[in-house]
């Protein structure tokens, strides 16, 4: 699946909420833009490859 990137958006409540590392708001922000009206489904797999992490890391 191939999405338009246009930037992206950190909800206020994302942002300064201090229980969450930097890492885990932008896999949110990232869940957030896959998220269509049934949920979002992407695989450790793909935040793996987005991220360049191991998916062990995601």
Request: glycine share 0%; with cysteine.
């Given at each position: 699946?191939?999405?338009e990137f246009k930037g992206i958006w950190i909800?206020?409540?994302l942002w300064i909420n201090k229980d969450l590392s930097v890492m885990e708001k932008i896999f949110l922000v990232e869940i957030t833009s896959l998220d269509r009206e049934k949920g979002c489904y992407a695989s450790n797999g793909y935040f793996s490859e987005f991220f360049s992490l191991s998916k062990?890391?995601?």
């Open positions: 699946m191939k999405k909800p206020s409540e062990t890391r995601c």
